[in-house]
């Protein structure tokens, strides 16, 4: 957790610089409108754009930051900074021996209000970039069940793939 430690200050110059500030209110209307024509495959779009958002997040933190780890701990300590520092979700919290990832407050949930299926597989996509691009390896993360759906979190499962 040292390495970790030392590159929390790298960690926090990245966002910082690399982030953008874009008003909440219309991030929650523009995923409101977008859910709505999920039905003709925009949906899938997203998804990708967010998976190659989580990639190029890696790709920055390792080359432009020199932060690196090989272990998924850390790596998910790094994706609850990001996560929270986002404001995209008000609370991430993550289970090793579960492979799980547990999320708060999420904005794609705001923005959808109440669904029978998970509404945020964007941010699935992202955290499986993420993971497969920093670790240089093959993740699967599925959202396994929302807080859209009336549970009191959404849960991702992350599934190393061979």
Known sequence: MGRLKDNIKALAEAI???????????????????????RFGINKLIEKAAEF???KGARTLKERY??????????LELLTI????SRLIDFFEFNISSMEISVE?????EAVGRS?????????????????EFL?????VEEVSCSAQGHERCVFKIKPLP
């Open 16 to 38: 910082e610089r690399e982030s953008v500030l874009i008003h909440r209110d219309a991030l929650i209307d523009g995923y409101r409108d977008v859910y709505r024509f999920s």
């Open 53 to 55: 958002g989580g990639k």
């Open 66 to 75: 020199g932060v690196y780890t090989d272990r998924l701990d850390e790596a």
């Open 82 to 85: 990001i996560a929270e520092s």
């Open 105 to 109: 407050g999420s904005i794609l949930v």
């Open 116 to 132: 029978e299926k998970p509404v945020c597989k964007p941010m699935a996509s992202f955290f499986k970039g993420f993971l497969s």
């Open 136 to 140: 240089e390896k093959d993740f699967e």
